[in-house]
């Protein structure tokens, strides 16, 4: 019933969007973890039909005794593995499910952006004016000045009113197509114009049931409420953002109307540099302009996520996953103490150190590698739902942090079970025993 539920409420989550998504593919990821847990024993031996049997064959003595132990007692074996498939799906939930929305506003950006070349004036911008000086310059067929600021959304998310607060983009239609192709889905672009109009994302207007001639009911950044009417419905919503507005409706409610970047879209005729020309023509905006290839960060709604900041994420889970990882060592620990009398008995029969340490290190890859592989599909089903649901592509995590992880729970388990039974059992059954 709790995998049903499970996948029940993954499939919920690709019905979903935003926070509601999140949530649903949070409460699959859950459920499938607690019915691991209970259906261990039987997924125990599907693990054991995969690879004990290889293990058996491949290992000699010490793999035969280990895959007849696994065999006789597999509900201590999912009682080893359980605690690591719910750190490894923890941490693979929490990891991938940013990693994926980055990758696919990257991609979106990427998607949208038409211009070759952008002005940017340092910290301080671009005032207005520079983008028509810089469609004024030989050689440049298009310019559009990109205007940063944000807006706040009355709206509701499980029942509940919530706030919340969106970064946007102003830009001006004269030209825009030539720069930045937000993929229009219904509606027309060239009337994003005057005081009154925005653009939606097609996955925001679906969630406020608006379309072209409707209105949105916001507040700019000043605190003022604007109701604009929607002129146009577009996909690249994770890159661009879920609003569009014309710069002139964002620029007397910011606290400095300056363009933090100036698209460029330049001919394909050969002749002189252009970007020589662009720096010229911006030469009487002041110094500390920079004119240089555009690239998708240019027009990506939320900046990359700096390098220490990423690292804060990534501690603050592993710090989490760490404690869950204490839970893994403790829990294997105990169940090698526990295994007294087993490895008395195998010693008295013959079995050297030699094959009872052999045998704890095939157990102890058996335990860890069934951990991952179950573990990680458990996390790949409300993954791939929360993906589909919010970006549209498959989930994603960088090679690097699945390392990552690999390597920290094969380090836990190797300390619960190796550790203890050091020296081939001569921890846990004393000196007493040769």
């Known amino acids: 019933m709790l995998a049903f539920a499970g996948i029940s409420s993954a499939g919920v989550a690709t019905t979903q969007s935003g926070q509601a998504a999140g949530a649903a593919a949070s409460g699959a990821a859950m459920s499938l973890v607690i019915a691991v847990a209970l259906l261990g024993p039987r997924i125990a031996r599907i693990t054991l039909g995969v690879l004990g049997r290889p293990m058996g064959r491949v290992g000699g003595v010490p793999g035969f005794l280990a895959e007849r132990a696994a065999s006789a007692h597999t ?115 060239d009337r994003l114009a005057g005081r009154d109009t925005v653009a939606v994302g097609a996955d925001r207007a679906k969630s406020l049931d608006v379309g072209p001639g409707d209105r949105v009911a916001l507040r700019l950044g000043d605190g003022t409420r604007v109701e604009p009417r929607v002129v146009a419905v577009y996909e690249h919503e994770l890159g661009l953002g879920e609003f569009l507005f014309p710069r002139e409706a964002l620029a007397g409610h910011v606290s400095a109307a300056r363009d933090g970047a100036v698209l460029i879209r330049t001919g394909a005729t050969p002749g002189p540099d252009p970007a020589a020309a662009v720096r010229e023509a911006l030469a009487p905006y002041g110094g500390g302009v920079t004119v240089r290839a555009a690239t998708a960060d240019d027009v990506r709604i939320a900046p990359p996520v700096p390098d220490g900041d990423d690292a804060v994420i990534v501690i603050g889970v592993g710090v989490i996953g760490g404690f869950a990882l204490l839970a893994v060592v403790s829990t294997l620990t105990l169940i090698t103490i526990g295994r007294r009398g087993e490895f008395r008995l195998l010693r008295m029969v013959g079995t050297g150190r030699r094959q009872l340490r052999r045998m704890l290190v095939l157990e102890t890859g058996l335990v860890t590698v069934a951990g991952l592989v179950i573990g990680t599909a458990v996390a790949a089903v409300p993954l791939t739902a929360f993906a589909v649901s919010v970006a549209g592509t498959a989930p994603y995590l960088p090679p690097v942090h699945y390392a990552v992880i690999a390597a920290a729970v094969a380090l836990a388990a190797a300390a619960g079970t190796l550790v203890p039974g050091a020296g081939g059992g001569r921890f846990v059954l004393g000196r007493g025993v040769r």
């Open 75 to 189: 509900r201590r074996l999912a009682t080893a593995f359980t605690p690591i498939v719910l750190v490894v799906a923890f941490v693979c939930v929490q990891l991938a499910a940013g990693s994926t929305l980055e990758r696919a506003s990257d991609r979106q950006a990427s998607a949208a952006l038409r211009a070759d070349l952008v002005a940017t004036g340092g910290g301080a911008g671009l005032p207005a004016g520079a983008a028509r000086a810089v469609r004024e310059t030989p050689g440049v067929t298009a310019a559009t000045g990109v205007l940063r600021s944000a807006v706040v959304l009355a709206d509701r998310q499980a029942g509940e009113p919530v706030l919340t607060r969106l970064p946007v983009l102003g830009v001006e239609a004269r030209g825009l197509s030539g720069t930045l192709d937000p993929r229009v889905t219904a509606g027309d672009l």
